[in-house]
């Protein structure tokens, strides 16, 4: 069965920086893109950024563009979320996803940005 782990998270001050991973299994990641959302309390869940198959193709969200990198290394079939800069409107639950028959969401890593 498909399963995605989230860990990373935490409490950082603003400009502070975290590194997201999320764990895959139940599947060939190799050959799946991977994607990024976040969810702020009282807020729909918002795509931050995605990444194929490969690692060449990454997307992001305005509101992280120039902050977060997404990454993947395949041979360990995790995804990962590099975030720098933080601000206070970054924090969210963080979610990884996979969309192949069906969507999946791991059960998210909570990111509190604060002084």
């Known amino acids: 069965q498909v399963q995605l782990v989230e860990s990373g998270g935490g409490l950082v001050q603003p400009g502070g920086s975290l590194r997201l991973s999320c764990a895959a299994s139940?599947?060939?990641?190799?050959?799946?893109?991977m994607k990024w959302y976040r969810q702020a309390p009282g807020k729909e869940r918002e795509w931050v950024a995605t990444i194929n198959s490969s690692g060449a193709l990454r997307t992001y969200a305005d509101s992280v563009k120039g902050r977060f990198t997404i990454s993947r290394d395949n041979a360990k079939s995790t995804v990962y979320l590099q975030m720098n800069s933080l601000k206070p409107e970054d924090t969210a639950k963080y979610y990884c996803?996979?969309?192949?028959?069906?969507?999946?969401w791991g059960q998210g890593t909570q990111v509190t940005v604060s002084s």
């Open positions: 996803n996979v969309v192949r028959t069906n969507e999946y």
């Open positions: 139940g599947f060939t990641f190799s050959i799946y893109a």
